[in-house]
């Protein structure tokens, strides 16, 4: 919600206009301010605060409310709507209380929950029942009682880290008017040396008795190579750093999801032997003229790479390497090393 603009027009709600307490209407009182206060934020003009409340602590002149307000409490509302500027003022109040940081935390679990419990406490003083309200204000001040030495010194912390932030800025600041000093200096410079430049032609020119045409074009690209650099220096200071923002975390680059890999990156392609598209062998051939063999969905290249991938899985294997590998850690030695023992010869089926 903006704010709302200190002015003294009249408000579209004709409420708004009239001081509940004096009746005074700034329709005919265009100089009419109103005030509230953090207590009961009951709204009245600037001359019933000082009416009222310049002797000394009084009740509120609001019927039905009993609370006792003194004239320091009152202040112009930020906020339009006074619901808003109770929160935001609650919100002060109980932030100045739990004022942890997430460093106080272990994980960001118990940060998050942190979070959450001074959320409920805030909904309940902000929109709770009365009773609802009057616990939660209870349990806030004996939080604060509690842990008073932790809170000071989290503020302190704070004080201190805004402290390291302003000094931060004004080393920023100040490297960045040096910088812009220096670029302002260096195109003097070069402002200075293209005029000496073009004299220097001048005057050669006034002088030589050589060719006028050859050094004249010279000079020119001399100065047009001068003014381009000119040009160059300016546009990157232009585009040079203006302002350093430090601290950022680095972002890293969303990886590309491949897609979805059943196995899991395990590479089943033969690395001993080349699977053939036809192998020549008389038993084959008998079963290949098989009619039963040549129905649909039968495939002997499947044949084929399956009888092939068998006959080689078990080469390789050796179960001494093995047992040297894994005698780091007991369990599965002990495991190979009854294997070994009964002869069972263990494969890794990966179907
Ligand atoms: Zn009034
Ligand atoms: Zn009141």
């Known amino acids: 919600m903006p704010p709302r ?15 509940p307490v004096c009746k005074s209407n700034r329709y005919l009182n265009p100089s009419l301010t109103f005030l509230i ?12 605060v000082d009416r009222l409340f310049t002797s ?26 006074l619901n808003i500027e109770r929160e935001v003022d609650v919100r002060k109040r109980v932030a100045a209380v739990f004022n942890r940081r997430q460093e106080d935390f272990e994980t960001l679990h118990d940060w998050n929950n942190y979070l959450e419990s001074v959320e409920d406490l805030v909904f309940k003083i902000v929109e709770g029942t009365p009773a609802m309200k009057k616990d939660a204000e209870e349990a ?8 008073r030495m932790e809170i000071e010194a989290n503020l302190e912390a704070e004080k201190e880290e805004e402290e390291m932030g302003r000094r931060a800025q004004a080393i920023a600041d100040e490297r ?7 670029g302002k200096k260096k195109e003097e410079e070069d402002r200075r040396d293209l005029e000496r430049t073009k004299r220097n032609v001048i005057e050669t020119l006034a002088r030589s008795e050589g060719n006028a045409d050859e050094i004249t074009r010279k000079a020119e690209r001399l100065i047009l190579e001068k003014t381009e650099k000119m040009k160059r220096d300016q546009v990157e ?4 750093p203006k302002m350093a923002i430090r601290g950022l975390k680095k972002r890293k680059a969303v990886e590309v999801e491949k897609p979805y890999d059943p196995f899991g990156d395990l590479d089943l392609t033969p690395t001993r032997y080349v699977l053939q598209t036809r192998y020549k062998n008389d038993w084959l051939k008998q079963a290949e003229n098989d009619p039963r063999h040549m129905v649909g969905g039968y495939s002997f290249q499947e044949y084929y790479a399956r009888t092939m991938f068998e006959a080689f899985s078990g080469l390789g294997v050796f179960i001494e390497d093995e047992l040297q590998n894994t005698t780091a850690s007991g369990a599965p030695l002990a495991a190979v090393a009854a294997t070994a023992r009964s002869g069972d010869k263990m494969m890794e089926d990966v179907f």
């Open 5 to 19: 603009a200190q002015t003294n027009t009249l408000t579209s709600n004709p409420l708004d206009d009239i001081c």
């Open 56 to 81: 000394g602590p009084a009740p509120c002149p609001v019927a039905g409310c009993h609370k006792t307000l003194r004239k320091r409490g009152f202040h112009t509302a930020f906020f339009a709507d």
């Open 176 to 182: 960045a008017r040096k910088r812009r000093e220096m």
């Open 37 to 48: 206060n953090s207590e009961c934020y009951h709204t009245m003009c600037t001359s019933c």
């Open 140 to 147: 806030l001040k004996k939080y604060a009682e509690m842990n």
């Open 237 to 240: 200071d232009l585009e040079g």
